[in-house]
Structures are given as C-alpha cells and as structure tokens.
C-alpha cells in the first residue's frame, strides 16, 4: 500500500545529542514536508523540499537540519541546538505543481529529551 | 501573515449527540483555501475537506457537515449523531492561493465521544 513511513515511533535522546528522523513515501510525491506538533499550538512548519535536492525553511527551522537527496525521503536531524526538541514530529507529503492542499501524513514520531 | 483559531481544545459528548467545532480564520488575501483535517489516536492526519473562499456553499458528506460563512470569517465543522469512532483531534487550516500548499493549522480540538 502506498504511504508514508516515519521511524521510529518513539525516540528517547540525551541532551546535547543529535537524534535522525526518518521519513519515507512511495507515493511518488514531489514534495515533502516536516511539522512539530506541541499540545495546543496545532502543526508548526520545520522545513518543506518542492522537488528533489532543494529544500525550504518553515516558520521553526532553528534547531533543525534536513536533505533531500532522494525523492522517497526527506531525513529529519534534531540538533543540540535546538533549545526545546520534545514534541510530536510528522512529516508530510504531497503532489507538487498541483495546488490541492491535501497533505499525506505519516503516524508521526514521539521524540522525548531526558 | 495568516491566524486560525479553535477555541474549543476539548470537547466531551456522549454518543449520538450532535457537535460543532469552530474555526475562525484571519488572511489579507481575497482568495484562500480552508481545510479541515482529523487526526485519530493513531498519530497521522487525515484530509477531510477543502474550500475555496468563492464558494460560501454548505457542504455535507454522511454525518459530516461544514458551514463556511466569510462574513464572520468561521469555517465551522458539525457532527450529527456522534459515534465513538470520531475521538479525535480535529484541526483546522488555512492557505492562501499563492502560498500552495503551505498550511497554517490552528490549535486543534480534542473531541472525546462516550458511549
């Protein structure tokens, strides 16, 4: 069947560590996107890439590194620089050159800073 | 700069009760797009319904129907005869025409349907 795969679910991670988010479609979408997700403040943009070996920062990208050199997958790196990584990370994909505003949306990953 | 609000976080019913989620929405642009999406205990978010700002029409789909009233600027979302399957969390979404599909989300709404 053909979606979205974001691993690992749950993800536990020191502080000062770098942690990798995976996210993989065989949708055969152009574009990519990354949310966070905090309890009362809805989706919050991170990065998005339009097509492959070109991304985009979103309104949040401070903290946070991607690349693009696959159409399938669009990685997520939390860094140590970002200040508050705890949250909810989904990554999203949708028909690009083709306005509709339907997203595609992985099951998400829990990333926890101890 | 594009603002949606849900001011309702949570929202208890018991099964087949009727309920509304609202949606206010702020834009400077003429031609937008409003969406609502449903994100269930499983994590991902599920499209439901898009709207152009032209089309002040209501639209219903099964138990599902949506209010789009640009005078007040609120998308609203009704549930008729509630079932235990629609817990969620509902958010709202914006996006004006240039912007593609670049959505701002509001809050969300936790709604908690019992049997």
């Known amino acids: 069947d053909g979606g979205i795969t974001q691993s690992p679910k749950y993800l536990f991670r020191k502080e000062g560590q770098n942690v990798t988010l995976s996210c993989e479609q065989n949708l055969n979408h152009d574009a990519m996107y990354w949310y966070r997700q905090d309890p009362g403040q809805g989706l919050r943009l991170i990065y998005y890439s339009q097509i492959v070996n070109d991304f985009q920062k979103g309104d949040i990208a401070e903290g946070y590194s991607v690349s693009r050199e696959k159409k399938e997958s669009f990685p997520l790196t939390v860094t140590s620089a970002q200040k508050n990584p705890t949250a909810f990370y989904l990554c999203?994909?949708?028909?690009?050159?083709?306005?509709?505003?339907?997203?595609?949306f992985g099951e998400g990953s829990r990333l926890t800073v101890l | 700069a594009q603002k949606v609000t849900q001011a309702q976080t949570e929202i208890s019913v018991v099964e087949k009760e009727d309920v509304t989620l609202d949606c206010v929405y702020e834009?400077?642009?003429?031609?937008?797009?409003l969406f609502w999406y449903k994100q269930p205990p499983s994590g991902e978010l599920v499209f439901l319904i898009r709207?152009?700002?032209?089309?002040?029409q209501n639209e219903i789909s099964g138990r599902y129907s949506w209010n789009f009233q640009k005078s007040t600027s609120s998308f609203n979302f009704t549930i008729t005869a509630s079932q235990v399957v629609d817990s969620a969390v509902y958010f709202c979404?914006?996006?004006?025409?240039?912007?593609?599909?670049?959505?701002?989300f509001g809050g969300g709404t936790r709604l908690m349907v019992k049997p």
């Open positions: 999203a994909s949708s028909v690009s050159g083709t306005f509709t505003g339907e997203l595609f």
């Open positions: 834009t400077r642009d003429t031609t937008y797009y």
């Open positions: 709207r152009n700002s032209f089309d002040e």
């Open positions: 979404a914006l996006t004006p025409r240039e912007a593609g599909n670049m959505l701002t």
